[in-house]
């Protein structure tokens, strides 16, 4: 494996160029997945307007608006590593509402949104016609552990220290899920597209050979 320095910039650029470039049935499923600290809600809104500017129809949904309902998610306490690691994102109704029908049997009718994490509420979302050929950019924590049907996955990787240091204060408490998530499903080891985000101004791309 070696390590390629790249600039934010030319990280989106490169990213854009790849996913434009491939085809699959249906509408393209990438996951964006890393910490909060990695910031993948970020990288996946930077890579919306050069993937239309290819000619690519993009959506944009988050796994932050597929939380369960606090009722379910809080059960075990606010600050629980191992209930935010097993259960914080809704991945049925991700599947139901997003993936699935962006694959390759699917109507491309997508609900961009489905929970309203503050108000606890549904949110309302009105669902949104992606057509063949689409993609939709899936970013958030924690997203290739369940086994989701995603056909890139592009995952941000912090080393512990980093980790450490760029997590909010508010969210330290999260640290032991992410390092479960390292050692029992090692994401860095089968994604796609992996990148190294200790320093969000100096990203690098991790390439075989």
């Excluded at 944009?60 to 600050?79: C, N």
């Excluded at 949110?123 to 924690?142: F, I, K, Q």
């Amino acid at each position: 494996m070696r390590v390629r320095p790249i600039t934010p910039e030319l990280l989106v650029a490169e990213l854009a160029d790849r996913l434009a470039g491939a085809a699959v049935p249906g509408r393209l499923r990438v996951a964006v997945d890393g910490p909060p600290a990695a910031e993948p809600d970020a990288l996946a809104a930077a890579l919306v307007d050069p993937l239309r500017a290819a000619g690519r129809p993009v959506l944009h949904v988050r796994a932050a608006d597929f939380l369960r309902p606090a009722s379910v998610r809080l059960e075990h306490g606010r600050t629980n590593p191992d209930a935010y690691y097993e259960g914080w994102v809704d991945e049925a109704g991700l599947r139901r509402e997003v993936l699935d029908p962006a694959g390759p049997d699917g109507s491309g009718r997508l609900l961009p949104s489905l929970w309203d994490a503050a108000a606890d509420r549904a949110s309302r979302a009105p669902y949104v016609d992606l057509p063949p050929g689409g993609v939709v950019l899936v970013s958030g924590a924690l997203l290739l552990g369940g086994g989701l049907p995603f056909d890139v996955a592009v995952h941000l990787v912090l080393s512990p220290a980093a980790l450490d240091r760029r997590t909010d204060p508010e969210l330290r408490w999260t640290l032991p899920a992410f390092a479960r998530y390292a050692d029992e499903v090692a994401p860095a080891s089968f994604a796609d597209v992996v990148v190294r985000a200790d320093d969000p101004r100096h990203p690098a791309l991790v390439e075989a050979g």
